[in-house]
């Protein structure tokens, strides 16, 4: 399965990196993320690993494969059959430096991958558009023309 999702969010793109960058604060405003929990100390890059837990999912542990700080990050969770990999990137708008484009994503690979698609995609779809808009929301909040 593979399901991506981009949305403009009127912030910058530092406002926007800081909330997307924040992963252990995500459930606080993305209502698909019950806990994230950073399992080792120091700064978030590649190798952190972070539990996280999502309602009606088993926790599942993500290991960062790419991070690139300001523009994007990657990580990956594996259980039998299956490899999930998110992206997260934003990018400026054209125009006045004030607009960001977020494009987040999913890729499921492994023998079992069709099986879960079958089973769980449109929940996953469901779950990565609501986070889009959760950041959006968020970064939006309290900005002048916006709702």
Request: charged share 20%.
């Given at each position: 399965m593979r399901f991506e999702t981009r949305i403009d969010v009127a912030?910058?793109?530092?406002?926007?990196w800081a909330q997307l960058a924040d992963v252990?604060?995500?459930p606080e405003f993305?209502?698909?993320m019950s806990t994230v929990t950073l399992l080792e100390d120091g700064p978030i890059g590649v190798g952190s690993t972070a539990?996280?837990?999502?309602?009606g999912m088993p926790a599942f542990v993500w290991r960062v494969t790419e991070w690139t700080p300001g523009a994007s990050f990657t990580w990956q969770t594996v259980s039998p059959g299956v490899t999930t990999v998110?992206?997260?990137?934003?990018?400026?708008?054209?125009?006045?430096?004030?607009g960001t484009?977020?494009?987040?994503?999913?890729?499921?690979?492994?023998?079992?991958?069709p099986l879960i698609a079958l089973t769980t995609g449109s929940r996953t779809r469901r779950y990565v558009t609501t986070e889009a808009a959760s950041l959006k929301e968020r970064c939006e909040k309290g900005r002048p023309g916006t709702a």
């Open positions: 912030a910058t793109p530092e406002e926007v252990a604060a995500w993305i209502p698909t539990r996280i837990k999502q309602p998110a992206t997260h990137s934003i990018h400026p708008e054209d125009g006045d430096g004030d484009s977020v494009l987040l994503g999913v890729v499921q690979t492994g023998w079992l991958a």
